[in-house]
Every structure is written in structure tokens, then in C-alpha cells.
């Protein structure tokens, strides 16, 4: 059975800085890998989608990496704001089965 | 512009009770789902719907129920036999992605329900 962990649970940084948060799996044949946003008391919003094939995607300030033999994906955030504040969520998806969802990653940018 | 949206936004739920939660969607999605998301636990699917009129337990169906009746609406009823209700819900559409995938991509606000 997959399982998604995330670590750290929470990250407070000062403004500028650059971060790293970590995505772990289990199960390696995965078919993508998703990172999403979550603020709070709200839905969740796509930031990144991985392909099993692909070893990162970019987006702006956002780059999420793949490493599938390992079980690993990080998502890198370049030049925190405090408007990236949110809880960040990886997903993975294992074809025929549910899209497992880790616990999230609450990132807190200060001023 | 098309989204999801979820009533009501709070919800108190007695003893005994049971109460339905509202989920429309505007997308033309074929696929719909309802999952539960506890504090420092990742969302967990409840139900999924692939098509009108046609639905399937997740992991954790026990005391909920769905309908499909109609493309746009996906209600989730928390029946008393759910013990533990108190969570967030968000329920996400999907476009149709064929060969049975079940990947949710656009999601509403939730709704959050709490026993009285």
C-alpha cells in the first residue's frame, strides 16, 4: 500500500530565503506526482504535475524534482515571499489506485 | 468563471443526525470526489463518481453516502453511523482520463463540519 510522508511538517523562513521541502513514497512505480498548495480554509490549488518519465518541472519561482528509484521528490522554492505561506501537499498517483496525499508541509515566509 | 463549489461552508451536526453536504461543479467534468482531510493526516477518499448515476467507495466509505444524479451535483451525506465527523471535506472534479484513473484536478473551498 503506498504511504506519503513529508518532511518537515512545519518551516518558518525570513523573507529571500531559498527552500527545500521533501516529498517521500514507498511505492516506487508511480505514474506522476503532484504538488499542490493549500491556504488556509481553502480548496487546493495544482502548482506542479511529474510525469513518472520526468525528473522535474518548473514554474516560476517553483521546481519540484523526481526521483523515482528513490522514493524522493522536493519541490524548491527560490526568493520566499510572505505570500507563499501555505501548507504544501504532494500527491502520488499509482495507476488503477487512489491518488495518495501526504500530510502537507506548513511553510511560514516572515517578513 | 467555472469551479466548484461547496455549501455550506460551517456545519454543526447533532447526535443521531444526519446531514448532507453540497458539492456543484460548472467544469463539464466527468469525475467527481468527496475526500476528508484531519489535521496532520493527508486527505483520505470517501466516494468517487466516474459518470452519472454510478459511484465507488474509497478508503474510507464506512457512514457516508453519495448520489450522481445529475453531471453537476455530487452531494455527500455524513450519516450517523459516522462516529467521528469532525473533519474538513473538499470535494474535486476531474475531466474524464480514461482507463480508470482516478485523479482529481480542480478543487472547492470545503466545507467544515463539527459535532454539536
Known amino acids: 500500500k503506498q504511504e506519503v510522508t513529508q518532511i518537515p511538517a512545519a518551516l518558518s523562513v525570513p523573507e529571500g530565503e531559498n527552500l527545500v521541502l521533501n516529498c517521500s513514497f514507498t511505492?516506487?512505480?508511480?505514474?506522476?506526482l503532484q504538488w499542490f498548495r493549500q491556504d488556509p480554509g481553502k480548496g487546493l490549488t495544482s502548482l506542479l504535475l511529474?510525469?513518472?518519465?520526468?525528473r522535474e518541472q518548473t514554474s516560476g519561482r517553483l521546481n519540484a524534482s523526481l526521483d523515482k528509484s528513490s522514493g524522493r521528490s522536493t519541490l524548491y522554492i527560490a526568493a520566499s515571499q510572505p505570500g507563499d505561506s501555505a501548507t504544501y501537499l504532494c500527491?502520488?498517483?499509482?495507476?488503477?489506485?487512489?491518488?495518495?496525499f501526504g500530510p502537507g508541509t506548513r511553510l511560514s515566509v516572515l517578513p | 468563471d467555472g469551479g466548484i463549489t461547496q455549501s455550506p461552508k460551517y456545519l454543526f451536526r447533532k447526535e443521531g443526525q444526519n446531514v448532507t453536504l453540497s458539492c456543484e461543479q460548472n467544469l463539464n467534468h466527468d469525475a467527481m470526489y468527496w475526500y476528508r482531510q484531519d489535521p496532520g493526516q493527508g486527505l483520505r477518499l470517501i466516494y468517487y463518481s466516474q459518470i452519472v448515476n454510478d459511484f465507488q467507495k474509497g478508503d474510507i466509505a464506512e457512514g457516508y453516502s453519495v448520489s450522481r444524479e445529475k453531471k453537476e451535483s455530487f452531494p455527500l451525506t455524513v450519516t450517523s453511523a459516522q462516529k467521528n465527523p469532525t473533519a474538513f471535506y473538499l470535494c474535486?472534479?476531474?475531466?474524464?482520463?480514461?482507463?480508470?484513473?482516478?485523479?482529481?484536478?480542480?478543487f472547492g473551498d470545503g466545507t467544515r463540519l463539527s459535532i454539536l
Open positions: 500527491a502520488v498517483y499509482n495507476y488503477g489506485q487512489n491518488f495518495v
Open positions: 511529474i510525469q513518472s518519465s520526468q
Open positions: 511505492d516506487s512505480a508511480i505514474y506522476n
Open positions: 474535486a472534479s476531474s475531466i474524464d482520463l480514461g482507463r480508470g484513473q482516478r485523479q482529481p484536478q480542480h
